[in-house]
């Protein structure tokens, strides 16, 4: 198959697209909510991912105004029990493969999550087989040069670079943001990539595929798992032989 676009470096989401945390996520939520009777529905959390931690929080309870649960009460309740999880959260299907890969031919990476420092030292220390691959290529949510310059969450690219529409984006970075390759797992986080002039393979739950976000997303290409990825379609070298 022709190569799409000739890509010479990739960036990662991590959560809900490396790692198996959207469960998490999902499982602490509803455990917090049981005493009141209610769960986070798929709608619901459609609307969380790929927001900064205080935005999803009350994006959330505001389905539930009847409940007297304020948003540092959640977010404290939420964190003692997600820090429980963080230490046995699993790879996703695909990524060690494909990132051992890339990192084998020498393909520049790195990884851009709105996760704070301390939440991806939880979630990484027991894979550093794969994370450690990364080195110091890791741009966590609340990283200072972050704040500094006035970050935003999702959907806006402050994680990755200016707009690419913005005047005071010349052409060469332009250029060269169109050969990198963004991988996410969030509408938002789709939307910052392609703000920012990148390519980007959405890899969602299939939830949100349920959904009907397909076609809003704005994606280059919508895979099920990363183990559907073909690396040569983007100008990649092939993987040498297909998965156990």
Known sequence: MASRKQISYVLFDMDGLMIDSERVYTDVTNEILAPYGTEMTWEMKAGLMGKPEREASAHLLSFFPHIPLNIDDYITQRNILQDQHWPHVQLLPGVERLVAHL??????????????????????????????????????????????????????????????????????????????????????????????????????????????????????????????????????????????
């Not at 020498?106 to 709105?114: K, L, Q, R, S, W």
């Not at 595929?209 to 983007?234: N, Y």
């Not at 100008?235 to 998965?243: A, C, E, N, R, V």
């Open 103 to 244: 990192h084998a031919h020498g393909i520049p990476t790195a990884i851009a999550t709105g996760s704070r420092r301390r939440n991806l030292e939880l979630k990484t220390g027991h894979l550093q087989h794969l994370f450690g691959l990364f080195g110091t290529r890791v741009v966590c949510g609340d990283d200072p040069w972050i704040s500094e310059q006035g970050g935003r969450g999702k959907p806006f690219p402050d994680g990755e670079v200016r707009e690419v529409e913005s005047e005071a984006v010349p052409l060469e970075q332009r250029e060269e943001r169109a050969r990198g390759l963004v991988f996410e797992d969030a509408i938002p986080g789709v939307q910052a990539g392609k703000r920012a002039g990148m390519n980007v393979v959405w890899v969602p739950d299939p939830n949100l595929l349920g959904m009907e976000a397909r076609g809003v997303h704005g994606a280059d290409l919508v895979l099920k798992s990363l183990e559907e990825f073909v690396p040569e379609e983007w100008g990649l070298p092939p993987y040498k032989s297909t998965p156990n």
